[in-house]
């Protein structure tokens, strides 16, 4: 098991490296030079981006229970088309994960049927209802990487703080979907404008930034990892930014639709549109902007939420929240924020790589010698159509459908061996 990806741009965060060069894999380990021989496979990467492997630290995977939706072997199936090689599933499938069993039961599924490498995320509170805390220790022993009740906050304050006085012995991030209900209650979409032009309820931006300050002020008093999901206000932004400056154990993650799209996309009432947080305004869109170009938010995750045909075509107020993200990710990124000079392209791979797997603690995001190899190529110029019919996720609830990508995952590499070719 011999391979050799051939004059490639390495862009390797963690070293600093960006440089053309070869990679040497032996074994599914990236390795020093060695003389190919006739077994070796060659891998011509010239003009295109050699990268480690993405980590997708915000997927619902939806199993066990909503298989209707999306499975494992799915949803890890669209990861790998979509350039990542490794997923972090949140806990509320049916049951909710927030058992030992559960989490076990994630691994084994994901070593059995799984594309990418999976890391099941537990749940804060038993059945994610927010009244006490789940069984922590010992999902972390079954292999929980973090802890979250994503889709559901956790409003009960002390609750949160004991949460995170545990996370904190465990040695786990809290990611905190944060959402004050009381401020939220009834909303579709972003309160503005337009949900008064649609006769929407909407969902004001301090419904979110009430919970991220509560939560950084439980982060810096408890010394517990915190990591913010789904941030999508300038408040939000502004409070991160500040909380790193005190130097809070505080990271943040933006969503390709957050950082694309506003609440304009939900004209006509379109419920691929409708998700949670909801998008925001323009004055949003550019705060998320400014927060990954200065480092404020650290990762780019997907929030991939599918949902059915028809639970999506129905009235905008009875359809779920949610969209898919694993498929055009990458590609938003790349026309959105590196062909714009936003960010450079070392600084996209480190928010798809190295960022998501140091908060998450597990031994990927880089290319040096002895590393797993996990990679990610990319060409920067290949041009492409969404189109959901080609998605091999269940899912293909995406407002993206129509939008022209360019600079696309091309090879997907999982422990040496190739899961995914354009």
Same mark, same amino acid.
């Given at each position: 098991? &011999?391979?050799? %990806? ?12 960006? !440089? ?42 939806? !199993? ?13 199936? +669209? ?44 749940? %804060? ?31 009960? +304050? ?9 996370c904190k012995m ?6 905190? $979907? ?42 810096? !008093? ?5 990591h913010i999901a ?21 990271? +943040?993650?933006?969503?390709?639709q957050h950082f ?94 190295? $960022? #998501? ?36 996720? &269940? ?5 993206? +459908? ?6 696309? #995952? ?8 190739? %899961?995914?070719?354009?």
């Open positions: 098991m &011999k391979l050799i %990806i051939k004059g490639g741009r390495l862009l390797d965060p963690a070293s600093g490296r960006d !440089e053309t060069t070869d990679v040497y894999v032996q074994d599914g380990i990236i390795c020093a030079r060695f003389e190919p021989d006739k077994s070796t496979e060659i891998v011509d990467a010239a003009g295109k981006i050699v990268a480690p492997g993405f980590i997708d630290m915000h997927v619902h995977l939806r !199993e066990p229970g909503y298989e209707a939706k999306e499975t494992i072997a799915t949803g890890t199936a +669209a990861a790998a088309r979509g350039g990542y090689t490794g997923v972090a599933c949140m806990p509320n499938t049916n049951p909710v994960a927030d058992n030992r069993f559960i989490i076990e039961f994630i691994c084994k599924r994901a070593a059995e049927e799984g594309r990418v490498n999976v890391y099941p995320i537990g749940a %804060i509170t038993r059945g994610s209802r927010g009244e006490e805390l789940a069984e922590m220790g010992d999902m972390r022993d079954a292999g929980a990487v973090a802890f979250s009740d994503d889709g559901r906050p956790v409003s009960d +304050a002390g609750l949160m703080r004991r949460a995170m006085q545990y465990l040695d786990a991030p809290v990611i905190s $979907h944060c959402e004050d209900q009381t401020l939220a209650a009834g909303g579709v979409m972003h309160e503005g404008y337009n949900s008064t032009i649609l006769g929407l309820k909407g969902i004001p931006a301090s419904a979110e930034e009430v919970m991220v300050a509560r939560d950084i002020i439980l982060a810096a !008093e408890t010394g517990c990892p915190l789904h941030i999508s206000t300038a408040g939000s932004v502004a409070l991160v930014r500040e909380a790193k400056k005190q130097g809070y154990p505080v990271t +943040a993650e933006a969503t390709p694309t799209l506003t609440d304009r996309a939900v004209t006509r009432y379109n419920t691929a549109a409708k998700v949670n947080p909801p998008l925001r305004g323009e004055k949003d869109v550019e705060a998320l902007r400014e927060g990954l170009a200065d480092g404020t938010i650290d990762v780019i995750a997907t929030d991939h939420a599918p949902h059915t045909f028809d639970e999506k075509n129905v009235e905008f107020d009875l359809a779920p929240f949610g969209l898919v993200g694993l498929e055009t990710a990458v590609g938003l990124v790349w026309t959105e924020l590196v062909h714009t000079g936003i960010l450079t392209p070392l600084q996209a791979v480190a928010k798809l790589s190295q $960022h #998501p797997a140091r908060i998450l603690g597990v031994d990927r995001g880089t290319l040096t010698e002895g590393s797993a190899a996990d990679i990610t190529i990319i060409d920067p110029v290949f041009t492409q159509t969404v189109d959901p019919e080609q998605f091999v996720g &269940k899912g293909k609830n995406t407002p993206f +459908a129509g939008r022209t990508l360019q600079g696309l #995952p091309v090879i997907t590499i999982r422990s040496g061996l190739c %899961i995914y070719a354009a």
